[in-house]
Nanobody, 122 residues
Framework: QLQLVESGGGLVQPGGSLRLSCAAS????????IGWFRQAPGKEREGVSCISSSGGRIRYVDSVKGRFTISRDNAKNTVYLQMNSLKPEDTAVYYC???????????????WGQGTQVTVSS
């Protein structure tokens, strides 16, 4: 069974950092493009970043450029989202998703994790 599991969320103060992980089980991530998405209360789910299967292409939404870094370690079957200089507006449930088309649109992804909560607050 194909499964994605996010981890690394938590409570952090503004200006702090977190690293989220997206681990796959039941399949190999090598051939999949991966997206990170987030959903704040009362808001639509939005694309944050995505990375191609090889890692050679990367995109970010404007609001996180220069603060977030996506990366992947195919040997560990894991994709990461390093989040620095966190702001209260980054508070959301963060999800990873996998499919064969790299995009910041959630409609392009078939496989989803259950999400991990990130709260940025003093």
């Amino acid at each position: 069974q194909l499964q994605l599991v996010e981890s690394g969320g938590g409570l952090v103060q503004p200006g702090g950092s977190l690293r989220l992980s997206c681990a796959a089980s039941g399949f190999t991530l090598d051939y999949y493009d991966i997206g990170w998405f987030r959903q704040a209360p009362g808001k639509e789910r939005e694309g944050v970043s995505c990375i191609s299967s090889s890692g050679g292409r990367i995109r970010y939404v404007d609001s996180v450029k220069g603060r977030f870094t996506i990366s992947r370690d195919n040997a560990k079957n894991t994709v990461y989202l390093q989040m620095n200089s966190l702001k209260p507006e980054d508070t959301a449930v963060y999800y990873c998703a996998a499919d064969h088309y790299m995009s910041l649109s959630l409609y392009e992804y078939k496989f989803w994790g259950q999400g991990t909560q990130v709260t940025v607050s003093s």
